[in-house]
């Protein structure tokens, strides 16, 4: 049983209660109107509740006018609908149609209209939209634990999509199917999904570290498939390739630290320097490869430059914080 279900069943039952104890006739209806009250998140049940209360006061106008001028008809109602419906829309409480139509119909199988009908129905809305709120802003499940895992699962793909990298170079004849990188897209879609649920539920100083890790994440493998396409094009062995194949190996590791070691931005400023004093490239094929290789280092690079860019706040005994 899901927790929405165990909330709805809360606040319905504390909105029959409610309107049971102030006397008011068919208590059941406050129960309706929280059950179509109850949202997924605490930011999203205010925008929703709002515009649901709203929507049924704008429908209570309309309802009140078309009654009192032509009576308790059914074709009255197709008139409620057609004239009620695109006021609410321009008024920006789309999401309490449903709402407001239930208010109304329930108005219209009394068959009267008065401003004690009216102040009840209100109530009823107060009740029951107000018994969701409650039960809402009460408790949200906390996602910490779903989001760690997820990012303990990133980690770990592109630990394997790194040391695959590092296998290649150094024997171009290795066969890897790339499913990992497959994968990885769909985990961090999956995380950017639950981190916005986990900023929804914020009401107060909202938390953007987990938004802003996994958006990282989905930029760096952006570039992790440059650097596929890049490793692609080294068909040989080399000691340029053999080189960089170390720093993927580095990589491997570093990415399961949850802070930004440095280690393979230092690495990799070495190598570069390296480069600079070995002899230029004798050959076309020379030629070719050496550029793939240093095209995958400025790749490389821009990889690490992402996540020290969007890194997460640290701890003070820390110098540097990010996820590589």
């Known amino acids: 049983m899901g927790f929405r279900v165990i909330k709805t069943a809360i606040a319905a039952l504390m909105a029959v209660l409610i309107a049971d104890a102030a006397g008011l006739h068919s208590p059941t209806s406050a129960g ?26 704008v429908g209570l106008l309309f309802a009140s006018v078309l009654f009192a001028v032509f009576g308790f008809h059914y074709w009255v109602l197709a008139a409620y609908i057609l004239t009620a419906f695109p006021a609410i829309v321009r008024a920006g409480f789309k999401e309490g149609i449903v709402t407001g139509s239930v208010v109304v119909f329930r108005v219209f199988s009394g068959g009267e209209m008065s401003l004690e009908v009216i102040g009840v129905q209100i109530l009823m809305l107060i009740i029951g939209l107000g ?14 634990n779903k989001l760690l895992n997820i ?40 995380g950017i999904a ?6 929804e539920n914020q009401v107060i100083h909202p938390n953007e570290e987990w938004t802003v890790y996994f958006y990282m994440r989905k930029a760096q493998l952006d ?57 230029l490239p004798t050959t076309r094929e020379e030629f070719e490869l050496r550029s793939a290789i240093r095209q995958l ?20 005994q820390q110098k540097e914080n990010s996820f590589l």
């Not at 990298?165 to 879609?189: H, M, Q, R």
């Open 223 to 279: 570039s992790i498939q440059h650097m596929m396409h890049l490793i692609s094009q080294v068909y040989t062995t080399m000691t340029h390739a053999e080189m960089v194949a170390e720093l993927f190996d580095q990589l491997s590791a570093d990415v399961h630290t949850e802070f930004y070691t440095g280690r393979t931005e230092k690495l990799l400023q070495e190598m570069e320097e390296q480069f600079r004093v070995m002899d």
């Open 131 to 144: 018994s969701a709120m409650v039960v809402n802003m009460a408790y949200m499940p906390k996602p910490d």
């Open 151 to 190: 990012r303990h699962d990133i980690d770990a793909l592109f630990s394997v999509i790194f040391n695959e990298f590092a296998n290649t170079l150094k024997d171009p004849s290795y066969v890897w199917d790339g499913k990992e990188i497959i994968e990885a897209e769909k985990v961090i879609l999956s």
């Open 32 to 57: 309706l109107l929280a059950i179509l009250g109850v949202d997924v998140t605490r930011k999203r049940s205010l925008k929703t509740i709002s515009a649901r209360f709203f929507a049924s006061v």
């Open 297 to 316: 280092c400025r790749e490389l690079g821009l990889y690490l430059k992402i996540a020290k860019k969007d890194k997460a706040p640290f701890p003070c």
């Open 194 to 199: 639950a981190s916005k649920m986990y900023l």
